[in-house]
């Protein structure tokens, strides 16, 4: 079933008969379905964009899908960065967004029940209050979704201390292709029974089921003022090793950021301040001990180089991590801004550095990176002018050239293709490299076990 955006539908009516407007086929809602922040855009539009309100919605939407044999993209907000909810052609997209609310909040149990359509950073304003806060803290978390979040096992600045996403999910409930609903996990701190596959959804992107339901755990809000290490260093490699010895020496700060030198006057030009020539680190404690881990941090990177300032002042911390956050709007102004993320053992992390400066002065391109420092995240970032097409943009094969010698690089290292962002369309390519032959068809096995007719976001991951 082809349909350019506008054009008269035919084959949804009985969909659109059910559900009413929660249906659209206009073409803003197909046209904004059809792309993500990654910078990819679909060259063609999805059939029709489901904005589901309730769970039922959500399972009338899969069983009209599984009659018909057309594949359905899942999609929240719709701020991925590996074109993981991208629909197109034949496809009908189906949003999480709507189902907004959250559902429970328990103080005695320390979680909440919530809606997938939730904004991470709206759950936390809603039970601050209560001394409460959930701890994944994606970049993103202003506009990005809880079942966002889920799908792809967002991170984040906070992850060195408190987790990723999978850390902090107790339960779920999924409905599955065929339109029928899973309860998976627990409300208990400990639970054993069976396989985990409340941890086998987390981070499958959208390919298994449709979370429509969270458990949450929860923590007590730190307690105690943070405290804040800016450090200064010549090059990125020796910020990269500062960075390495904090983690080496047992101490565990909640944040810990590298800018290299490229990302320091990105950003300097952006916000037109003086943030010096050299690369950045930031780190950040909190709890109690924090003060006295500052300054054990502070310690280990003016031993190595660095040139340090320690502020217990809030005004002054947010100022540094509002720098950390201007990264990449400070990129959208060069042009086109292909965003990666790779992940390195801690101890990897200056080698993976100057393998991305090789490769920028093997390509001639500049890769301005950030990175998570504290769990060997890092953020390579190609920025490069392409003509737009229908909205489209493709990248240009030396950059593609350049990043697949990064990712095979990042693999030779110890490391991952993807720390938080997934794997979406843009880096399926390389998934049988790190996985293996073995892994990878066992992997599309499970998939075949929850999704036999492959109609949940075909095309994308395998």
Known sequence: MTLEAGQPVTGLEPLMAELGDVVR???????????????????????????????????????????????????????????????????????????????????DDELAVVEPGVINSDLNAAIHDRGLWWAPDPASRAISTIGGNIATNAGGLLCVKYGVT?????????????????????????????????????GSEGTLGVIVEATLRLRPLPKGIPVTVKAEFPTVEQAARASSVVSASGITPAIMELLDPHAVRSIAGYLAVDLGEGAMLLAQTDG??????????????????????????????????????????????QGTVLIEDVAVPRSALPAMFASIERISAKYGIEIPTVAHAGDGNLHPNFVFDAPEVDGHVDVPDHVWAAADEMFLDCLRLGGTLTGEHGVGILKKRWLRDELGDDSFALQRQIKQVFDPANLLNPGKVF
Do not use: C, N, W
């Open 288 to 333: 109690v001990g924090a003060a006295e881990e500052a300054a054990s941090i502070a310690a280990v990177m003016r031993s190595l180089g660095g040139d340090v300032e320690v502020t217990e002042d809030a005004d002054e911390a947010k100022r540094l991590f509002d720098i950390r956050r201007a990264f990449h709007p400070s990129l959208q102004t």
């Open 25 to 107: 086929t206009d073409r803003a809602a197909l046209d904004e379905a059809r792309a993500d922040k990654s910078g990819y855009v679909a060259a063609t539009f999805p059939l029709a964009v489901v904005e589901a309100r309730s769970i039922a919605d959500v399972q009338a939407t899969l069983r009209f899908a599984t009659e018909h044999r057309i594949p359905v993209v899942p999609r929240g907000a719709g701020t991925g960065l590996a074109g993981g909810a991208i629909g197109s052609d034949g496809e009908i997209v189906l949003s999480t967004l709507r189902m907004d609310r959250i559902l429970e909040v328990s103080l």
């Open 166 to 202: 999978r850390e902090a999910v107790l339960g779920l409930k999924v409905v599955l292709a065929d339109g029928r609903l899973l309860e998976l996990g627990h409300r208990t701190v400990k639970g054993v029974t069976g396989y985990d596959l409340t941890a086998l959804m987390i």
